[in-house]
């Protein structure tokens, strides 16, 4: 094939260690966003403090109902694949 590039060695260890990982990834930049956001809102200056906290806390309520299931799913599904596999 002309021009054709052959990826190298540290592009394939990345798509490597990224198909085994991508769950942690995603969660990762989930929480980086989460966290990002609760930040931007409570050194805002035009929201007010009382306000920034009511709503910080009640977006972390929301994001914690919706999270923890989904991580006790992964995890969960992670233990039963294992299982399986040992059989």
Do not use: C, E
Not at 27 to 52: E, K
């Amino acid at each position: 094939m002309v021009g054709a590039v052959r990826p190298d060695a540290n592009s394939l260890r990345m798509k490597h260690w990224l198909r085994q990982h991508w769950q942690k990834v995603y969660w990762a930049a989930i929480a980086a966003l989460v966290i990002g956001a609760h930040v931007a809102l409570l050194s805002s200056p035009d929201v007010p403090n009382d306000i920034a906290l009511r709503l910080t806390t009640t977006n972390a309520m929301i994001w914690a109902v919706l999270i923890v299931p989904a991580l006790f799913l992964t995890w969960r599904v992670a233990q039963i694949r294992k299982r399986r596999s040992k059989d």
